[in-house]
């Protein structure tokens, strides 16, 4: 049982590059969110999807952009990448708004 | 605007003790709070979730009491051992909410 799956894990981009974060998971879950956690930040939420076809801003969602086509699949997508978005980013999923989120071993994204 | 406090400082403590972390929030108004493990170079893990109307959850050497008029949440571990050794994150959520928002969390360290 694979859970939550985040693709790639590492990831070194220059300034001005655009890439895509993938999200997977198995668990048939309905909501999806997308967070970065900076050092002394704590986790933020970018996106967050609450089922197929749907998103939503989150808390930080400049410079982002995300799709849902497919209920197992979240995508991040970042079209011009800049310094201020080397983070770690964590995919997580949950049945419902207040059910446990079950999280992915996050994507470690440098921008130089 | 809402905010949630842990305490940035780690909590060492000794094999065998009780840990008790705190989770403080202010413009708030939870039906549920959640809080999660998360180790290094991992993505946070679903420990308790408690309800507004739910003052304690145990679950084996865990406990969570929350305390809604004091805009408390706290977090205690007995017989602590060096495995216990981890970031703890809390997350409130109100009712209407369709998203979690983290604390910072708190380093414990247990030691020999």
């Known amino acids: 049982n694979a859970g939550v799956t985040q693709t790639p894990k590492f990831r070194v981009l220059k300034t001005g590059q655009s890439m895509t974060l993938l999200c997977a998971q198995d668990m048939n879950h309905e909501y999806m969110y997308w967070y970065r956690q900076d050092p002394g930040m704590g986790l933020r939420l970018i996106h967050y999807?609450?089922?197929?076809?749907?998103?939503a801003k989150g808390e930080v969602p400049d410079g982002y952009n995300v799709s849902r086509l497919k209920k197992q699949n979240f995508l991040l997508g970042l079209e011009s990448a800049a310094p201020s978005q080397t983070s770690v980013y964590f995919c997580?999923?949950?049945?419902?708004?207040?059910?446990?989120?079950?999280f992915g071993d996050g994507t470690r994204l440098s921008i130089l | 605007s809402q905010k949630i406090e842990q305490n940035s400082e780690a909590l060492n403590i000794q094999e065998g003790k009780t840990a008790t972390l705190t989770c403080n929030y202010t413009?708030?108004?939870?039906?549920?709070l959640q809080w999660y493990r998360q180790d290094p170079g991992r993505g946070p893990v679903f420990l308790l979730l408690i309800r507004e109307n739910e003052k304690e959850k145990r679950k084996e050497r865990l406990k969570v009491t929350f305390d809604t008029t004091l805009k408390q949440s706290l977090f205690h571990i007995t017989a602590s051992q060096p495995a216990d050794s981890a970031t703890y994150l809390c997350a409130p959520l109100s009712g209407t909410a369709s998203k979690l928002t983290f604390g910072t969390g708190t380093r414990l360290q247990v030691t020999l």
């Open positions: 997580a999923s949950s049945p419902l708004s207040n059910q446990p989120q079950h």
């Open positions: 999807s609450v089922g197929e076809g749907t998103t």
């Open positions: 413009n708030y108004s939870p039906a549920y």
